[in-house]
């Protein structure tokens, strides 16, 4: 059921066991909530458990208590509480789903929300969960630390591009503007989050140089051979350069996916690519969505750029 | 003479005929604080003139009002003031300083500030000049208009790297909170300065592939050849790739300036590389820095590596 912010707050009051985790391939916003709730709640004496079915990317080990969280292993436990972070369905969280037996309290704002939890707060209008978390904090007149100004500062920085997409909103900035005052340093943070490794640079390098425009340079598209991707497999924000090209309404990554499949991710500026993405049976937001389509390059090249280009003349016809 | 932000505002009212203009080479904050304060003035019913011996990049063509500002002619005239925005010295506003005859106001975040106006507001916390004419407006209690929100809110967010640089403080992040308020759009602001020409994004995968490293990985190199510069000259931002791989310390970008001279863009994440720049005749700040070192580009690469290692060394003895 859904519950207000206040009942969320007498929930956590009342428990003194509680699990926290959040959805598998964890970002800053899923971490960093996990990470600043943790805070407030382990100093008020409860034993708090932070558990994730996933590996924790090096990026973010710089957050201030990440090595608390554990990965689950199969032993079954009973808990007063299991609190879901930035998750929309229970699919998302692995097996902490099977091992932890306590009634589940979900805080997301993820508008595709599933509502699957016996407790849910869901606000869509927040540009992060962290904004949630320091609302719920701030509700709390609970002691902010630095450690737990950190983790929210990230969490919501993270799910707004740093203050570039269209989820941010003066709330936002004014949350972030208060952690900064309980002494998160922007800076600081910013670079630990934008450091990559070399192999990331040199293979920005070689798949910039792949670069190829259509449609008289409204579709750019960038490809990523398997060879490519010997020593780093992290591709994320790629797709970013062609989108930027002045220009282009639609840009496109193929990245190899294994033998006979190309992982297709589609951005875009007014376009509907999550139609297009539906066309391959993938799926995502309007802006920004993506499939995977088998056959070889060309064919899936060739079978993609038709379908973008229909609707990019939908485009010119409104 | 250091006046208080008071004294500004009873100086600006006072006076019909205000000529306003900022430095040369112009970025956001220069041209959204003119326009920022422009829309104000304006709208008191005052003849407000907007001169920049300049041209205003494309980049910055979707400002509101951006085509009121014109390129000085060299006739003379008399104007009650001249205000100089973001200039810390007069050298740097070209010929208006000729042809203007008016007592000077400057109002600028430099901490280098020359003080050489009639009446200078100086506040080097500041994040941006933006940031000191929105804190007039307030004292104005000003109606800021949609337009006027946009100009600061680029103005601010620009000079503080979308909010990741050390100068971003609380006070930047709830200016910000209130220009959104006031209509700004953080993602349609953000979009339009992030566009790239195709040829910028050609040259970037070009350049990329220029990349050496040395000092065991802490000096990144990239190399401008100067006939990859065909159809882009611009390089900005080119210098962060090296600058945020994992374990780099030093990034210096070579950029042939002329037949016989590299442009040299120096940054560090502790080394003080205005240092490194001082030893060839150049200068700036910390942590970003540059100079114009003439010479074969061999000659230029091993002169500047040599200084560069020396103050690496520097660092690891400290």
């Not at 708090?48 to 032993?75: A, K, M, N, T, V």
Request: aromatic share 6%.
């Amino acid at each position: 059921m859904d519950i207000t912010l206040d009942h969320v707050a007498e929930l956590l009051s009342k428990h003194s066991h509680i699990v926290i985790t959040a959805h598998i391939h964890p970002d800053g916003d899923s971490l960093g909530s996990m990470l600043g709730l943790a805070g407030y709640l382990s100093s008020l004496g409860k034993k708090i458990q932070l558990l994730l079915d996933d590996e924790i990317p090096s990026l973010y080990h710089f957050l201030p208590g990440i090595h608390q969280i554990e990965q689950p292993d199969s032993q079954k436990f009973k808990a007063d509480l299991l609190v879901i972070l930035d998750a929309s369905d229970i699919e998302r969280i692995g097996k902490v789903r099977d091992i932890v037996d306590a009634p589940i309290l979900n805080i997301d704002h993820h508008i595709s929300n599933t509502k699957f939890a016996d407790y849910v707060f869901l606000d869509s209008q927040a540009a992060a969960t962290g904004e949630i978390i320091f609302r719920l904090l701030k509700s709390l007149q609970a002691a902010v630390t630095t450690d737990i100004a950190i983790c929210l500062y990230t969490a919501i920085a993270t799910d707004c591009g740093f203050f570039r997409y269209a989820n941010t909103s003066s709330t936002t900035m004014r949350y972030c503007a208060e952690l900064i005052d309980y002494g998160a340093k922007p800076h600081l943070i910013s670079e630990e989050l934008e450091a990559r490794p070399l192999a990331n640079i040199i293979n920005l390098s070689k798949i910039l140089q792949s670069l190829e425009l259509f449609a008289e340079g409204k579709i750019a598209i960038l490809t990523v051979l398997p060879e490519v991707l010997d020593s780093d497999d992290n591709t994320e924000g790629f797709i970013n350069y062609p989108r930027i090209i002045e220009g282009v309404e639609i840009a496109v990554m193929f990245k190899s996916a294994d033998q006979h499949a190309w992982r297709v991710s589609l951005r875009s500026k007014h376009v509907d690519v999550s139609q297009i993405a539906l066309h391959f049976g993938g799926g995502g937001h309007a802006r920004a969505a993506g499939c995977t389509v088998n056959g070889s390059l060309a064919n899936v090249k060739a079978a993609v750029l038709a379908v973008a280009m229909k609707h990019l003349q939908g485009l010119s016809h409104e």
